[in-house]
């Protein structure tokens, strides 16, 4: 089975630009998680979709992000307009949230470098 | 809030060797999930192992396996006999069991791991 896919996999702006980033979830997950990374704050979560629904977007660093899943097999996240502190790399995950466990598999993360 | 503290930025373990990756932890549930995720230069995020909270028998994955000590809130991962291919970011992960907005997982800063030929 195909795993977690994120496209593009490397991406370079310049500031102001607009900047989607990609995700095909495992087919029959029904959870879709959109992690950051970067040096300074680790990994942190932007946001997590539930049956397409968005439950926590705490992590949503301010109105320039935003996600969307219009269905269970397609997640955006849209940068508009971008910084170079948004660069990071932008990490997908999903899960099967059934039962207790309902473990994360991540994608291959999408390098954003904005200049 | 929950927190997870992995104080070794970086290690290394002559191969065959073993060793062991600390992580500690923060919470006031009694209920919850940890997991230990590598990642590679490849930069993939790779789930290594996972531990239940109720459960008392530490988990095994081959030549992964963890200490578990729920009162200390300590989670430590042991690699034996390393390989090279065990050289990565070592990360330790917290979730909560419960649904809703408690279902992120909460990442340590990572310890890096270089295995020595």
């Known amino acids: 089975d195909a795993g977690v896919i994120q496209s593009p996999r490397h991406e370079v702006t310049e500031m102001g630009q607009e900047v989607t980033l990609r995700c095909k979830p495992i087919?029959?997950?029904?959870?879709l998680f959109w992690y950051r990374q970067t040096m300074m704050r680790g990994l942190e979560l932007l946001i997590y979709?539930?049956?397409?629904?968005?439950?926590?977007d705490s992590g949503m660093p301010e109105d320039r992000f935003s996600a969307k899943m219009p269905n269970a097999s397609f997640s955006t996240l849209k940068i508009q307009p971008s910084e170079p502190r948004d660069s990071a790399v932008y990490f997908c995950?999903?899960?099967?949230?059934?039962?207790?466990?309902?473990?994360?598999?991540f994608g291959p993360g999408t390098r954003l470098t904005v200049t | 809030a929950q927190t997870v503290t992995q104080s070794q930025p970086e290690m290394s373990v002559q191969e065959a060797e073993t060793v062991t990756l600390s992580c500690t932890y923060d919470?006031?549930?009694?209920?919850?999930?940890l997991f230990w995720y590598k990642q590679p230069p490849s930069r993939q995020m790779i789930l290594v192992i996972r531990?239940?909270?109720?459960?008392?028998q530490n988990a095994t994955e081959n030549r992964f396996s963890v200490n578990f000590q729920k009162a200390a809130k300590s989670f430590s991962l042991k690699i034996s006999d390393s390989q090279l291919g065990d050289a990565a970011m070592y990360f330790c992960a917290y979730r909560s069991p419960y649904g809703g907005a408690t279902n992120k997982l909460i990442f340590g800063t990572g310890t890096l791991l270089a295995v020595q030929p």
């Open positions: 979709f539930n049956n397409n629904v968005p439950i926590d």
């Open positions: 995950a999903s899960s099967l949230r059934a039962g207790r466990i309902h473990e994360q598999y």
């Open positions: 919470t006031s549930e009694s209920d919850y999930y």
């Open positions: 087919s029959g997950h029904n959870s």
């Open positions: 531990q239940e909270a109720y459960k008392q």
